[in-house]
């Protein structure tokens, strides 16, 4: 039976909100937790899947804005609990617990640094940019262990989940909602960068890179402006997964992280757009569920993306459809 | 600092780079003929590692592990290439990234399944153990410096390959036109199986040797193969000669950084920040190193021009 993409995506959105809901009167918040996990990675994927299902460019580093989100919010939780002030060098803060402002300055340094480490790697294509943003992120894994001031290899604890106005974060519904309304948002304005002006630039460019130079447009603008975005998003997530964890350590700059964050968007279908939702609860799910039967679930997981990348190209969307995602 | 310390990191930092020479030639070979990037040439370091601890503790023989550290690694490389690489030459880089992912998973998990999740520890064989004494003075342990030698004979005896045999020249007939040497009757698929369980055969044997000084754990190739990433970034992918050069200056800077950068930021700060700063920049270095080249040169040192 083949079906619509929208109903599905309408399916998926109607079950992660039931799923949470249904835990809550049944009185299981573990399985909130675990709900609020898929939508935070889910987030993350859809960050990442910008400049790769959009761009045609595969990030295998995007574990790198990941992390630098989850430290900024440790690093800036870190001081507010402690009562020490953050010095910058051109300012002194004493840090911050409120979840708002610490979004804000996540998303600003991911994006920040996306752009300036873009300018170096978007000059490379193909297997020269899949190896260079490996490397950026696993210099930044290294830089995380050596720097004893936050916790070096053995990583942060913060210890109390920073606030919301009106909402107790450390409820697990109330934090879930927080991270779902953010997901809804994130998807309704990747919906309208896929329609928009630079939007359709960008797909133009993955298909034939020179065809956009001749209609005037520049390919590096407009990749970079695609990395810088999703870096924001991809950093915003990290944020989020340090405040549910409360926690960061060096492994969110893994590359373990990265080659995960890719597995999402390719259970669910490149280029689409519940692509890495669809992805992140099935993900998260397995883990649940095959850790549960297993030591060993990676032997599976990865048995699982064998058979997907050689016979089910199109991802599980592309399978209920009928139609395989944008290659790239 | 004495010149005996400089001498005695430099070649430390040659060890290190021959040892990633190994990898880095493989991947880039592979890279080279096939078009592929193969994430999972750390698993084969791995399983190389392992067979050859496996086998010094049952026969207790260093030369018969090296035999088999080679023959497991180029075997597991042989099957992988016959069940699931040649499905992925012509595919995407992305389809290529995550199957090769996946067997990193698979292989991992099952060298954790097999040999449970205790580092196994390979000796070091007595004929090798202890030091030397160098021209000047040095004393140097005598088995880092026959890995300097072993893996320079290695990067000679694959120049020797590529450069002067029948095999070589249909490896590099394959790297410019692959089409065209099937055409001239080469087996495409047997050739391309071959530089495949040769470039695995170099990594089970890095893994092996260097097991020797490190322990030999589920986890141990992927560090490397990020390291050899970078190599072949540095030397331009597919250049052998680039990733001699390459897998050199990573070595060095690795190992010259980690000593010094602490030593020379202690010139102009107290000693305990000297010491944190100098040792989070040099854990960096390397990709510092690999960004200035990328802005001199996108392709790499001996890169084709794109």
Redesign the interface.
């Known amino acids: 039976m083949r079906v619509k993409e929208k109903h599905v995506n309408a399916l998926v959105i109607i079950g992660l909100i039931a799923l949470p809901l249904f835990a809550l009167i049944s009185d299981e918040p573990f399985t909130i937790t675990l709900a609020t996990r898929a939508v935070i990675l889910a987030l993350a994927a859809v960050g990442l899947n910008i400049i790769?299902g959009m761009g045609g460019l595969?990030s295998?580093g995007h574990a790198l804005f990941f992390g630098i989100g989850g430290y900024t919010m440790g690093i800036l939780a870190y001081h507010a609990q402690t009562y020490t002030t953050l010095d910058l060098g051109l300012f002194a803060t004493g840090g911050t617990e409120f979840m708002p402002v610490i979004w804000v300055v996540a998303m600003v340094v991911s994006a920040v640094l996306a752009y300036l480490i873009g300018l170096?790697v978007l000059?490379?294509s193909?297997?020269?940019f899949?190896?260079?943003t490996?490397?950026?992120a696993?210099?930044f894994y290294?830089?995380a262990?050596?720097?004893?001031q936050y916790g070096g290899e053995d990583g942060l604890s913060i210890y109390v989940r920073n606030d919301f106005p009106g909402l107790n974060t450390l409820v697990p519904i109330q934090f879930f909602c927080i991270c779902f309304v953010i997901l809804c948002l994130v998807l309704f304005l990747k919906a309208r960068l896929q329609n928009s002006p630079f939007g359709l630039a960008l797909n133009a460019m993955r298909q034939t890179a020179t065809r956009v130079e001749t209609v005037g447009l520049n390919p590096m603008k407009l990749k970079l402006l695609a990395f810088v975005i999703s870096g924001a998003i991809t950093g915003l997530a990290g944020a989020l997964f340090a405040d549910l964890n409360r926690f960061v350590s060096p492994t969110m700059f893994s590359?373990q992280l990265s080659?995960e964050l890719?597995?999402l968007i390719?259970i669910g279908g490149?280029g689409r757009l519940m692509g890495p939702v669809i992805g992140a609860c099935i993900f998260v799910a397995l883990e649940h569920f095959l850790s549960g039967l297993t030591e060993?679930?990676?032997?599976y997981?990865?048995?699982i993306?064998?058979g997907?990348?050689?016979f089910a190209?199109g991802g599980v969307i592309g399978l209920l459809t009928g139609k395989e995602g944008a290659?790239? | 600092m004495s010149s005996i310390l400089v001498i005695e990191q430099i070649l430390n930092g040659l060890q290190f780079g021959v040892m990633l020479f190994l990898m880095a030639a493989g991947l880039t070979l592979i890279?080279g003929v096939m078009g592929l990037?193969n994430l999972a040439h750390g698993s084969l370091y791995m399983i190389g590692a392992f067979a050859a601890a496996a086998v010094a503790g049952a026969t207790g023989s260093f030369f018969l592990a090296l035999v088999a550290a080679l023959v497991a690694a180029a075997v597991a490389g042989a099957i992988v290439e016959m069940v699931?690489i040649r499905?992925?030459y012509n595919?995407?880089?992305?389809?290529q990234?995550?199957?090769t992912?996946?067997?990193?998973?698979?292989f991992?998990?099952?060298t954790?399944?097999v040999f449970g999740s205790f580092p196994l520890f390979l000796d070091i064989p007595n004929a090798l153990s202890g030091p030397v004494t160098l021209p000047g003075g040095i004393q140097y342990p005598l088995y880092r410096l026959t890995l300097i030698a072993i893996g320079l004979a290695v990067a000679l005896g694959l120049w020797l390959l590529i450069e002067r045999t029948r095999i070589g020249i249909q490896i590099r007939a394959g790297e410019n036109d692959r089409e065209m040497i099937g055409a001239l009757g080469v087996d495409i698929s047997k050739l391309y199986t071959l530089v495949f369980a040769l470039g695995a055969a170099l990594a089970g044997l890095a893994g092996a040797l260097v097991g020797a000084i490190q322990s030999v754990q589920v986890g141990m190739g992927?560090p490397v193969l990020?390291l050899a990433?970078?190599v072949?970034?540095i030397g331009g992918?597919g250049s052998i000669r680039g990733a001699f050069i390459g897998a050199l200056l990573v070595g060095l800077t690795d190992t010259l950084g980690g000593v010094f950068l602490p030593e020379i930021f202690k010139l102009f700060m107290d000693s305990g920040a000297a010491q944190?700063s100098g040792?989070?920049l040099a854990?960096?270095s390397i990709?510092?190193l690999?960004?200035m080249v990328?802005?001199w040169r996108?392709?790499?040192l001996f890169g084709a021009r794109a």
């Open positions: 790769l595969v295998f170096l000059r490379t193909g297997v020269y899949i190896m260079i490996l490397a950026f696993q210099m290294y830089f262990i050596s720097w004893a590359w080659g890719i597995v390719i490149v060993f679930w990676h032997i997981l990865g048995l993306l064998l997907i990348v050689l190209r290659h790239v | 890279f990037i699931v499905r992925l595919a995407a880089h992305l389809d990234v995550l199957a992912f996946a067997l990193i998973l698979i991992s998990e099952g954790r399944w992927e990020i990433f970078v072949i970034v992918i944190k040792s989070a854990s960096m990709y510092l690999m960004g990328l802005i996108p392709t790499g």
